[in-house]
């Protein structure tokens, strides 16, 4: 079955960085794209950013743009979202998703940016 599993969330500061992980299993992952997502208290969950299967082309929310950055590496199954110069307001629980056949979503890891 369909497995995607999210790791690298935590708490740091204004201005820092983090970098998460999605490891994937259960589909061949090198046909797919894959894609971030977010769902912040109170709010709507919203795309971050996604990348096509081969890598070759990305898309970013706008209000990350510049900061974060998605990749992949179909060897290993995983893509990854570099989150540089990190706000406040991108505190959220950070999902993967996948749609293959359907949408598979993973668990989430949460991340909180605070002093």
């Known amino acids: 079955q369909v497995q995607l599993v999210e790791s690298g969330g935590g708490l740091v500061q204004p201005g820092g960085s983090l970098r998460l992980s999605c490891a994937a299993s259960?589909?061949?992952?090198?046909?797919?794209?894959m894609t971030w997502y977010r769902q912040a208290p109170g709010k709507e969950r919203e795309l971050v950013a996604s990348i096509t299967n081969t890598g070759g082309r990305t898309n970013y929310a706008d209000s990350v743009k510049g900061r974060f950055t998605i990749s992949r590496d179909n060897a290993k199954n995983t893509v990854a979202l570099q989150m540089n110069s990190l706000k406040p307001e991108d505190t959220a629980v950070y999902y993967c998703?996948?749609?293959?056949?359907?949408?598979?979503w993973g668990q989430g890891t949460q991340v909180t940016v605070s002093s």
């Open positions: 998703y996948a749609l293959t056949t359907k949408g598979y």
């Open positions: 259960g589909f061949t992952f090198s046909r797919y794209t």
